[in-house]
Structures are given as C-alpha cells and as structure tokens.
C-alpha cells in the first residue's frame, strides 16, 4: 500500500470542524463535569484538539483497545485510573467503522462501569462499512469506504503525525 496524492481533510478543515464540535460539546455539558473517555492510540490528536477548547470541568480517562480480534470482537488492552461512576463519560473515537469496537466499549462502561451518561464524539465515521447499529452523537465527517490515515489514524503504526487525513492505495 502507499499513500494517496491526494487529501481529504486538510489541517484548516479539521481545526474548523473540531471547533464546531467543541461548541457543541460545551453548550451540552455546560455546568456539568464531563469525562473524556479518549481510545488510544488514534484518538490522541483529536482528543488534544477537542479537550483544550472545552471549557470547564473536564477529567480524562484512556482506554486502549484492539479491534476485531478474531474478525467479530474487540478486546481491552488498557485502562488508565479513575473512577467513572456516576459520571457523565464521553468517548472520544478516532473513527467509526463497522461499530464492533465501540458497540463493545459502551457495553463494557455501561456494565462495568456505572456512567451517569455515555456519549460518542467520533472524529471520523465511516457509515458504509457499519456492521453494528452504534450511537455517534457528535461526529467530525464522513468518509468513504477508503482506509484513511492520517491525524492520529495508521496504516501499520505510520502516518499517525500527518496533520490531515489522506488515505493509502494499493501500489
Ligand atoms: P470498527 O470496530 O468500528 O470496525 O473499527 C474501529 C477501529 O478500527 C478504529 O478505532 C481504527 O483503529 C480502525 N479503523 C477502522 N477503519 C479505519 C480506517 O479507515 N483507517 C484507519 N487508520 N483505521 C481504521
């Protein structure tokens, strides 16, 4: 695989974007102390992002996950320290693809964990692919079925520092 020539998000845009959601977020929680629940690894430059523009009481949490172990689930690699119950969690998700990674993790924190609420701000979602039925309450964009990179996002562990999204091709 190589990357594309070409870009489908540039920095400008993302800033933009992330901006927009960010509002969102505040007026939502307003009041309210809201924590991050961020998905390692690729989340980081959207949660860095999105965090600072948020006003506020805001605590963090990380979660690392490998998605699709076997083709159908996921599984938890790692959990940072704190406590989420009784409060108001939102996930912050690199990219939504088929839903099998998120779809367990709202299960896991719901079960496990005993939130107030449970939000998903997913940076990028990719409704094409979607095998299970999952809640995105605030989403960046939406892409096409391309795998995308870029901004947090890998192929094989590279392309994670590129400051917008792109997408690799065959060679
Ligand atoms: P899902 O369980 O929704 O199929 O997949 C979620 C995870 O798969 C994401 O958090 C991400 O790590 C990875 N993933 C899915 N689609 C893409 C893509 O187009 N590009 C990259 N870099 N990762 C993806």
Known sequence: MKLAS??????????QRVGEMAGQIARDYAGKTLVLCAVLKGSIPFLADLMRL??????????????????KHAKILFTSSLDLAGQHVLVVEDIVDTGITLDYLLKHLEVERAPASIRVAAFLDKPSARKLDVPVHYRGFSVPDKFVVGYGLDWQERYRNLPYITWVEPE
């Not at 870009?7 to 845009?13: F, S, V």
């Not at 506020?56 to 076997?70: C, H, N, P, T, Y």
């Open 6 to 15: 070409g870009i489908l998000y540039t920095e400008r845009q993302i800033s």
């Open 54 to 71: 948020l006003p506020g009481d805001v605590r963090l949490a990380l979660i690392e996950m490998k998605s699709q172990v076997d083709g």
